[in-house]
């Protein structure tokens, strides 16, 4: 015999049930909402990521021309030297090359000069052989106060680099040994590249250099601040900073006198009625009283420069986008084109 069904709870079971439906419903579109609102955010900082990335890109073009600008002034007028107190030197300040304006974000950045740097791979000739006068100013520099090694251990990071670029596989300073079996025996073993550095980063692989050698601590510079490793092979004392201007100064000095000499260097030639005497590459000793017998060797010594790096920022509201690249001068004034750009990478901030 069948009961009777009962009304009561057959409507509470379909109250529940529509409970339930309404709940996963709600589920439903609150999770749907989410993923439109994180899809929404996805394609907003990717937006904002492409703009800033081109924005930053377009600064590069702007320093490009700026300095090609700056090279044909100085051309034209027969201006010899390159120094911080040109246009390149000062884009918030500089009328030279206008930048125009933008309604989808901004610009920021700087242009350092790259022939401010240590020539590293000058330690060696074409032929592997030490070339003395940069061997001696590479100790100096790792001596200096940024890096501050001493003598014993200067000498060893000097050789280290000089067997690396060297095409032989002797150990420079010793008799016998090769240079490779420091390097076989790490954990990870590899060989010595006997040739230029690639990039900056590969000197980290040197024996003796260690991640606070390269890239500085404590607000201090580091050797991949200091050195470069391709251009010429001289230094634009007007644009080297204290540490590699003290390295290239000659004779028995001590290292605070070659420390205030270099500091003399960058506060005469900081001076705009100055400017026009940093053409003279013996500048240092013919114009500033009291400095007549510094020696720098005239071989390692420019007042003019070839290399430069562009450092730009592309800012999108608040995504921004860093592009480092690489500016070559040509300055021969018949080329139409004077100026090559080389993109060295792409960072977010």
Known sequence: M??????EREAGAVLILCLLMITVLVVTVMETVQSMRVDYGSLA????GSRARSLALSGVGFAAALVDADTRKDLEQDVPSDHPGEAWGDLAGQDLVSLPEMSTGEIRGEIRDGSAGFPLHMLVDDQGRIRPAYRAAFVRLLRGPALGLEEEDAGEVADAVTDW???DRKISGEDEGEEGGYYQELAVPYEPANGPFRF???????????????QGRDGRPGLADLVRIHGPGTVNINTAGRDVLQALIQGDLDRELRLEVAEAMIAYRSEPMHFDFLGEPDWYRNRMPGYADVQIAPEMTAVRSTLFTAEMVGISGSIRRRVVAG?????????????SVTVARVESE
């Open 2 to 7: 069948t009961g009777n069904p009962n009304p």
């Open 45 to 48: 900082a990717f937006s904002g």
């Open 165 to 167: 670029l060297d095409p």
């Open 200 to 214: 900056s980063g590969e000197l980290r692989l040197v024996r003796g250099i260690t991640p606070d050698l390269l």
């Open 327 to 339: 500016l070559e001068r040509v300055l021969k004034p018949e080329r139409e084109n004077m100026m």
